[in-house]
């Protein structure tokens, strides 16, 4: 859970260098992937999933995609540092920065996708439709929110970059001490 609420964390900083519209579009594209693996998480049985969740070698593969989702978010904090203060920027420096600004945080997607089926679980007598609906708003609204917070709180961009690297950072040590202690939940 401390994973999840840091990689939303991380999320909603990273979208404070978006626009508004680049904030819309990913709050909407995350309240339909809510709605579209909702087939996909009713079909498989609730212990099959939990099983799947305290299985420690499957923690390690998902450790080791969160250690290079924080790779490139690390990147995107290099990048804007390079792009302020080196003297000559080449453009295959510019278009890298430009995708790595453009990049989102995966693991927000298996972030989405954890909550559904302990939601699911949570509330076993509810529609499912109501729930994946809920979750998706719910997780749409918190990112919107996260982003005008952050512009808020943090007005200067080196601040808001400051926190988002040693968000990253921390995510990158706890996904690097469960792929190396396997035994330890994620």
């Not at 995609?65 to 510019?94: E, I, P, T, W």
């Not at 790595?100 to 995966?106: D, E, K, Q, Y």
């Not at 952050?150 to 601040?159: E, T």
Request: net charge positive.
């Amino acid at each position: 859970m401390t994973v999840q609420l840091l990689i939303l964390l991380g999320m909603g900083l990273k979208m404070s260098f978006w626009s508004r519209r680049a904030g819309a579009f990913i709050a909407g594209l995350c309240m339909l992937f809510s709605f579209g693996i909702l087939h996909r998480t009713v079909e498989i049985p609730q212990h099959v999933l939990l099983d799947w969740m305290q299985d420690y070698h499957s923690l390690q593969d998902i450790a080791v995609c969160l250690v290079l989702d924080v790779a490139l978010q690390v990147g995107f904090c290099m990048s804007v540092v390079r792009q302020h203060y080196a003297v000559n920027v080449s453009k295959a420096s510019l278009w890298c920065h430009r995708l790595l600004l453009a990049c989102p945080c995966f693991m927000l997607f298996g972030c989405i996708f954890l909550t559904q089926v302990k939601l699911l679980g949570l509330f076993p007598g509810q529609s499912f439709w109501i729930t994946a609906s809920m979750e998706g708003l719910a997780v749409a609204l918190l990112l919107l929110l996260l982003q005008k917070g952050f512009k808020q709180w943090l007005p200067q961009a080196d601040n808001r970059l400051e926190l988002l690297f040693l968000v990253q950072v921390l995510v990158g040590i706890v996904g690097i001490l469960t792929t190396v202690c396997g035994n330890q939940p994620l």
